[in-house]
């Protein structure tokens, strides 16, 4: 059984209704499927050591040995090896740096004493890696068969930026997930669901065709039934996990861990590794000490202006169920903490001492060391060909800029030159530039975009009304503008208009949303009406078509969206040859589908359907004009 996105939402609010209702009989459901899987496994043992047995019992038994009953003999040992080796599967050990406890004592005493307080198992290995990140492994040793191997991963660049009460919190809600003091029935859940999926994972890379024949049926029936079943389980799981980072740290940093992380999270990746990154225009090798500039610029380069617009970005997010985790605003409120100015401030001010100093003591330089060191020798090759992008984008700056000064340059020469103003010289220099474009397009999504910002930096309002008239071109942009705009007037203390654009953010965040879903599969009951591809985009995925010897009729239309009606879902339905062995059991598209998406960017945005099972869709997609754009010669 699969779930598309819509089956696969309607059954999570069903099963959220019925885990409000009825908890108890909920978990006794997800408690039968999550035995059902180990069933599957001690069934098939049993079946190995019967055969097993069988061939001892025929051994022993044998008055003769004959040619047949040898062979016989040696095949039922064969099926048994097989059985036995597809049970065995490896699962590989999280990367990272190892510590030691001689080396980062502290560290190993927090984790020690939370795991004790939480009941939770104690660690085998704790690994620094350069992720912002921190999380627990549990890796089976005996594969399916369990006995566990505990492994904490903490990210550098997360002990950077937590003061060590958040940091507690942080381990308080990851070793939460295993923890005695809650439900051991939600943590061992979570911990089936990792396991599932990693085994899908080891059997896939395994290379053993054999082994993943044996569980294939079962794993694709089993594993996304399942997955949706304990769904609303492992979200609440999360919401325990956050109160056990309260019972541990308390409810003011489990609550401010959670604002901190999203906005050093942000921080990092829109100011610190793009100035990074900006280096390469200047410098043909990348930075020697990376991460001790991190450090510092966690120390203290977090203004409360940026802090806010962060904040803001966070909050507007909603929970959905492509992820167990649910969203900031939901996790805030489970806690009953409710955000407001003051504290958005209090989590940009500089940090006096870092986790990372705290629990890793004299070590830190060494590994700052470490992780620059890597980094720069992992960037260094596709740092040295930006460089070289680079001065070719400097000199078509400068060409273009001798150009203007002889003639007009076309819009689209005037947006590039603006572009690469900004770029390479700023803000400054980039906004009479931007105003001609306006000037000769008033429209101009980009420009006024670009613009509004720069001019909402300088605190000058009227970049609002630049920031309106992109986002009236460009639909993409409007969560982004609303919480620069929010973000400004909050600045400004016009609270109830600030609101007002953080509500419009959030609204359309749900459109968002609605869309994707409407989006996400096709189905008999959709209505379709003809495309309006060009016909040169047509005859391109013909010519493409007639290298796939498997594809026999193609059919083009386009999808009647309620969200978004004016940017067209169309959908290529494909009917194929298959062979033989596909038709025995459920065909796989998936190599198909895939190459076609790679020699062609225009289905990059289209959805692709296989109608081999879906004869009554062909029907209806005939009868809507135009729609059939290739057939192979010979079929009919």
């Not at 594993?223 to 304990?230: G, M, R, T, V």
């Given at each position: ?33 999550a035995t059902l899987g180990y069933a599957y496994i001690f069934l098939v043992l049993a079946v190995t050591l019967t055969l ?242 991190m450090q510092e610029a966690l120390n203290h380069k977090v203004s409360p202006e940026e802090a806010s617009i962060y904040f ?60 620059s060191q890597a980094w720069r020798e992992e960037i260094a090759t596709p740092w040295r060909q930006k460089y070289a992008e ?247």
């Open positions: 059984m699969t779930f598309n996105q819509e089956r696969f939402d309607k059954l999570i609010q069903k099963l959220e209704v019925f885990a409000n209702k009825q908890p108890h009989l909920y978990k006794l459901h997800v408690a039968f499927l097993l047995v069988g061939i001892i019992f025929l051994m022993l038994n044998a008055h003769s040995v004959n040619a047949s009953s040898l062979k016989g003999v040696l095949f039922l040992l064969a099926f048994a090896l097989v059985l036995v080796r597809s049970l065995w599967v490896s699962f590989p050990p999280p990367t990272g740096l190892s510590l030691q406890s001689k080396d980062v004592p502290n560290l190993y005493s927090l984790t020690n004493e939370i795991s004790s307080k939480l009941q939770a198992p104690r660690f085998h290995h704790i690994l620094l890696t350069n992720d912002f990140n921190a999380g627990v492994v549990q890796r089976p040793r005996l594969g399916l068969l369990g006995w566990q191997q505990n492994y904490l991963i903490v990210g550098l660049p997360l002990m950077l930026a937590l003061p060590p009460e958040q940091f507690r919190a942080v381990l308080a809600h990851e070793l939460g997930h295993l923890s005695g003091n809650h439900s051991r029935f939600s943590g061992w859940i979570y911990r089936q669901r990792q396991t599932w999926y990693r085994l899908v994972k080891g059997l896939r890379q395994s290379g053993n065709e054999v082994s993943w024949l044996i569980f294939e049926r079962f794993l694709t029936w089993y594993i996304p039934f399942f997955n949706a079943y304990s769904f609303v389980l492992a979200r609440m799981n999360e919401y325990e996990a956050d109160r056990c980072a309260v019972d541990i740290a308390g409810e003011q940093n489990a609550a401010k861990t959670l604002m901190n992380v999203e906005v050093k999270a942000r921080f990092l990746e829109d100011y610190f590794w793009s100035n990074v990154y900006k280096q390469v225009q200047t410098e043909i090798e990348p930075p020697k000490m990376t991460y001790a500039a803001m970005q966070a909050l507007a997010e909603k929970t959905n169920n492509a992820d167990t985790h649910p969203c900031l605003a939901d996790r805030l409120k489970a806690l009953g903490y409710l955000p407001n100015e003051q504290k958005e401030v209090a989590i940009s001010t500089p940090i006096q001492t870092s986790a990372a100093q705290e629990f890793l003591g004299n070590r830190l330089e060494k590994f700052i060391v470490h992780f680079s001065q070719q984008s400097i000199a078509t700056l400068k060409d273009l800029n001798q150009k203007s000064q002889k003639q007009q340059l076309t819009l689209e020469e005037a947006s590039q030159r603006a572009f690469l103003t900004l770029e390479f010289e700023g803000e400054e220099g980039v906004m009479p530039l931007l105003k001609e474009i306006i000037h000769r397009e008033a429209n101009h999504a980009s420009a006024n975009y670009l613009l509004g910002q720069i001019l909402l930096n300088k605190q000058d309002a009227t970049g609002i009304e630049y920031i309106e008239k992109a986002i009236a071109q460009n639909s993409s942009i409007v969560i982004e503008g609303c919480q620069i705009i929010c973000s400004f007037l909050k600045q400004q203390g016009k609270i109830n208009e600030a609101k007002s654009y953080q509500e419009r953010a959030i609204n359309y965040h749900e459109l968002i949303l609605k869309a994707q879903q409407e989006r996400s599969n096709v189905g008999e009951k959709d209505k379709f009406e003809s495309h309006t591809v060009s016909d040169i985009e047509v005859n391109k995925l013909c010519q493409q078509f007639s290298h796939h010897p498997d594809i026999i009729t193609a059919y083009l239309v386009q999808k009647n969206i309620q969200f978004f009606p004016e940017k067209p879902f169309y959908v290529l339905a494909l009917k194929r040859k298959v062979s033989f062995l596909e038709g025995i059991q459920e065909p796989d598209h998936s190599k198909l589908v895939n190459s076609l998406l790679q020699e062609n960017e225009f289905l990059g945005n289209v959805f692709i359907f296989i109608l081999n099972s879906h004869l009554n869709m062909e029907k209806k997609l005939k009868r809507i004009p135009n729609s059939m754009i290739y057939q192979r010669k010979g079929k009919k």
